[in-house]
């Protein structure tokens, strides 16, 4: 959202048609844009703890829909104020439904999911995420600045009247979404969990049923004993460090690509490097991540967790190598040819979406079992969203 917007926020002329925002949208200087772009990652971090306790306590599905409370209160603000100070904390506001989001959202899909379907169904959630970037950067470019008031007030309640379109087809979803089996039967609602089980799978469930409540009528108990450790203690996050090193790690170096840096400032990028049309060029990086995120979900199975992982890395660093030339090049004045400012820029969304990007939300759902899985994804969103601050 903060791409498109930025010319707007600071008072700039938005795109080819020269148009000047009026006076009142035009609220940030560029310094203050960065903490505007920057403060919804503050949010998200209690955020993601707030989503642990939700998910723990009220079970995944519904902490999904309160998820959206935030996020709707947030949005249908901004379409009214223009305060600076307001806007940064209704920025914080949205990061605290981010954050939420972000925490219940591995854990919901690595539960429901078979195991032939956890790896591309994980990988959704970035997919989800480009898919989103894409629309409000579609929004953002093509939805013109209106100085007259009477039709700017028009356009913030057709953004009210999109907004509760979108509440209303996700909670009308929510009503029908079963809820995680395993979180039913760890909280000892057997008969839920297996009618929950039979929404979600298409055959018999009997193994899957057995697997899942002990295999006897003793089912309460034996879920209970399976839920401890090996030496008979209840399992803890802090029994297992290398899976916590692994998926906080793994969210850690996603954030510390660069990757919001280069996704909030794509048409700043674009337009240093002499883009006639700048909002083209951040359409058709949004559109190619969404692209190759989608292929990510078919490759993950067959070429492999750590597979992907490595090629990324190699790409980003080629890519980031490449723009920190090009940006040192022009400020000494070397050769820099806008080419390969667009070439990194490429490069570095083919590494980041084929690998980096959706495969620690993937890892993050696998590596847990259920009972610690909501603090393992608090902490580890947490930090991502510290990092990407």
Known sequence: FTSPVQQSMEGAAKGASGVRPPASLSVFTSPEFTVYAAVLNIGAVPGAFAGSMAMDRLGRRRALALSACPHLVAWCVTAFVSHPLLLQLLRMLTGFAVGMGTAVSPSFIGEVATSSLRGPLGIAIQLSMNLGLLLVNVAGTYRPVVQDFRRRGLQQLEALACWGFALAAGLATMAW????????????????????????????????????????????????????????????????????????????????????AIMMYTTAICNQAGMENAELATLAVMLAQVVLTAAACMLVETAGRRSLLQAAGLLMFVAHMGLSYYMAALDRGWWAPSWLALAALGVFIVGFATGLGPIPWLILSEVFPVEVVGAASALATAVMWLCAF
Do not use: I
Request: no cysteine.
């Open 177 to 260: 979404m079963p809820e995680s089996p395993k979180w039913l039967a760890q909280q000892g609602r057997e008969q839920e969990a297996r009618l929950a089980l039979r929404q979600l799978r298409v055959g018999d469930t009997a193994a899957e049923e057995a697997e899942l409540l002990g295999g006897t009528d003793e089912g309460s108990a034996a879920s209970t004993a399976s839920s401890s450790g090996p030496t008979g203690h209840s399992r803890q996050l802090s029994d297992y460090p290398m899976s916590l090193l692994v998926a906080v790690g793994l969210l850690a170096f996603q954030q510390l690509s660069g990757v919001n």
